[in-house]
């Protein structure tokens, strides 16, 4: 099957450091690869509502359709996030959240996770790895729920756009992110 790589931008901010990382490891994926870039921001998805018992899941809204097909197509899921409060960003949060909903449409949302690979570019200013764990077993977790690959995270140290530039090691990690 051929790979068809999704990237999910979550930073409130377009071209930030986490953005730099994951084109920086992108462009090592071979041509044949297919990329599609989304900002989870932009359209923005809807809040999700719990309707699990006793309601019942309507067709998603526009957007969330939108995001659901690019999911299902996908092969692997890139999530690019800064670290925020020692978790993700809420609009990748809310992403998750949302296969909740697309989970009970009945048109195997589900079994179609299983077996994609699940990769992870997060940016942080300086928390200890104690503190960044958190928000990257909620991934993990979330990833082996859906019976997905978790293939693990690239990490970068910046702060102020464009810091990423000096953080030499995540640079050289990022040639090597997807293809080692
Ligand atoms: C709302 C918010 C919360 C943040 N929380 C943390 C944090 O918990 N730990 C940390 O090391 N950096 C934290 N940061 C700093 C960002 O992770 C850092 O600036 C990162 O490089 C931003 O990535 P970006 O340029 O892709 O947006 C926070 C930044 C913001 C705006």
Same mark, same amino acid.
């Given at each position: 099957?051929?790979?068809?790589?999704?990237f999910?931008?979550?930073?409130?901010r377009?071209?930030?450091?986490t953005e730099t990382?994951a084109r920086? &490891? &992108?462009?090592?994926?071979?041509?044949?690869?297919?990329?599609?870039?989304?900002?989870l921001?932009?359209?923005?998805?809807p !809040?999700f509502?719990?309707r699990?018992?006793?309601?019942?899941?309507?067709?998603?809204e526009?957007?969330a359709q939108?995001?659901?097909?690019?999911?299902e197509?996908?092969?692997?899921?890139?999530?690019?996030?800064?670290?925020?409060w020692?978790g993700?960003?809420?609009? %990748?949060?809310?992403y998750? #959240?949302?296969?909740?909903?697309?989970m009970r449409?009945?048109t195997?949302?589900?079994?179609?996770?299983?077996?994609?690979?699940?990769?992870?570019?997060?940016?942080?200013s300086g928390?200890?790895?104690e503190?960044?764990a958190? $928000?990257v #077993?909620?991934?993990?977790?979330?990833?082996?729920y859906m019976?997905a690959?978790?293939m693990?995270?690239?990490?970068?140290? &910046?702060n &102020?756009?464009g810091?990423?530039?000096? #953080? !030499?090691a995540a640079?050289?990690a %990022?040639?090597?992110?997807f293809? $080692?």
């Amino acid at each position: 099957m051929p790979r068809h790589f999704l990237f999910l931008l979550s930073s409130a901010r377009r071209g930030g450091n986490t953005e730099t990382l994951a084109r920086r &490891a &992108a462009a090592a994926l071979p041509a044949r690869v297919g990329q599609d870039w989304r900002d989870l921001n932009s359209p923005g998805l809807p !809040a999700f509502r719990d309707r699990r018992h006793g309601d019942h899941y309507d067709p998603p809204e526009p957007a969330a359709q939108a995001l659901l097909t690019a999911t299902e197509v996908a092969t692997d899921l890139v999530f690019v996030c800064p670290l925020y409060w020692y978790g993700l960003p809420a609009p %990748a949060k809310l992403y998750l #959240d949302h296969w909740s909903h697309w989970m009970r449409l009945g048109t195997g949302f589900r079994e179609g996770m299983a077996g994609k690979r699940i990769w992870l570019v997060m940016t942080h200013s300086g928390s200890r790895p104690e503190e960044i764990a958190p $928000a990257v #077993d909620c991934l993990r977790h979330s990833a082996s729920y859906m019976k997905a690959a978790f293939m693990g995270t690239l990490l970068g140290f &910046a702060n &102020a756009p464009g810091e990423i530039l000096a #953080d !030499a090691a995540a640079l050289a990690a %990022a040639d090597r992110f997807f293809t $080692a």
